[in-house]
């Protein structure tokens, strides 16, 4: 039986515990049950350590929704087939970037413990897994969407019209470049996030997104070259971000070490580790992504208004979204922290504060997005038809995202983070299925009220999701789910 640094083993009513650095035998202490809650008690992070975890994260998600409604901005001045096209393309890129950020969360789950368990050798090694399983993935993603991309739009969305079927293919065509990039650079934030230290990965997004911005600018206004125009500079940004990352995080100044080393050659043991959190969110992330796809594909039955309408209230929805993402990537590090060091009444502390945290952020956000609705639609470059109904749909989302969505999508990271991932998995592929898709289909196509039907039956999903996690956490099932590589020894 192997040991990390800073183990402890558990008999009746007592601990021993070994302190790191001293030699076997000294420095052993005895202590009583009461003792040892009393030790349990000290805060694995203060507050000044979880703002200084969080706040980066609301700029880095913030700069990520932002770069997102600048690409639709700037894509609208080359008319509404462009902006149908891109809007319909992000749907199955958003289907691959949560494939990269589910790999991602189990690394940051796994890493996590282990910093917890205080076993800085397997969170190296975890790093340099994570590494190397994420370009494989990125590199097969790339492939496939760049040699198959016409195919793909057609299948999945069927018959479009002939401008928006063009822009659709050339823009995932570009973009399928960049997806081995982005997979580098969401391991190395993920690492980054399970060691406390959001700010490099804040710093090298900022410069990403600038990258971004600058060459959408001359790529659609100086070249004029519609959807590739705001296609490549993603490409280029991306691959400077995960340049940039991937050097920092090879830093042995840092808690966890990334080295060449360990992303040579597959390791069985953490590969498995990963991926037992990594696949259940994976598998759950990309059909809540193919749900989607499939909703819009019922909207663009409806034509080019619907479809744009869409396109630009999910853009501002995501505004209203921003603080709780952060505080949902923020409560994987924390909370994994927490199980890792077998700590379950500070990880049930602490996930009560920060749903507190994302209540608050998201009444903040989404109360300014209904308060400056008008201004922020007048942006875009819409026809009134359009305008007019994405302002309905963002007040759907927005309303309801004050009461439900930290619950839906929030407090699940919680759950993930002790290894309780299949029980989110079910939840989610379960309300996808039955709510999202199946009222969305009777009311956006039997009913005929198009998009307006469709986010309704999301809010009605959100409801199912809420139920389902509350009773979860408050049950406690979740705390039996955390099987560490050398399990506590009872007496």
Known sequence: MRFGPGYVIVVPRRIFCRFEGRPRGEGTIFLTQKNRESASAAPLFTKRALWTLIWPLLVEQALAVTVGMADTM???RAGEAAISGVSLVDMINNLI??????????????????????????????????VLLSGILGLAAGGLCLAAAAPIVRVVYGALDADVFSASVEYLRITAV???????????????????????????????????????????FVLHLGVAGVAWPSVISRAVAAVLILRAAASPENAVTLAPA???RLDGMLVRRILNIGVPSAFENSLFQAGRILVVSMIAAFGTVQISANAVANNLDGMGIIPGQALGLAMIAVVGRCVGARDYGQAVRYTRR??????????????????????????????????????LLVRIHAGCALVLWPLAFVLPNALRAAGDVRFTMLVSIFSMAVWRLGFSYILALELGHGAVGVWIAMVIDWVCRSSCFVLRFARGRWKSKYKPDTPVADG
């Open 262 to 264: 360990a992303c040579r």
């Open 97 to 130: 970037i949560n494939l990269f950020a589910a790999l991602a969360t189990g690394g940051a789950v796994v890493i996590s413990q282990y910093l917890g368990a205080r076993d800085k050798p397997d969170a190296d090694r975890g790093a340099g897994q994570l």
């Open 178 to 220: 960049s997806y081995p990039f982005l997979a580098l650079y969401n391991a190395g934030a993920a690492l980054f996030r399970s060691m406390g230290n959001s700010r490099i990965s804040m710093r090298v997004s900022i410069l990403m997104n600038a990258i971004n911005i600058a060459g959408n600018a001359v790529g659609v």
């Open 354 to 391: 920060m749903m507190g945290y994302a209540y608050l952020a998201m009444a903040l956000s989404n109360g300014a997005i209904l308060l400056f609705l008008p201004q922020l639609l007048g942006l875009y470059e819409l026809s009134g038809e359009t305008a007019a109904l994405a302002m």
């Open 74 to 76: 700037m894509v609208s």
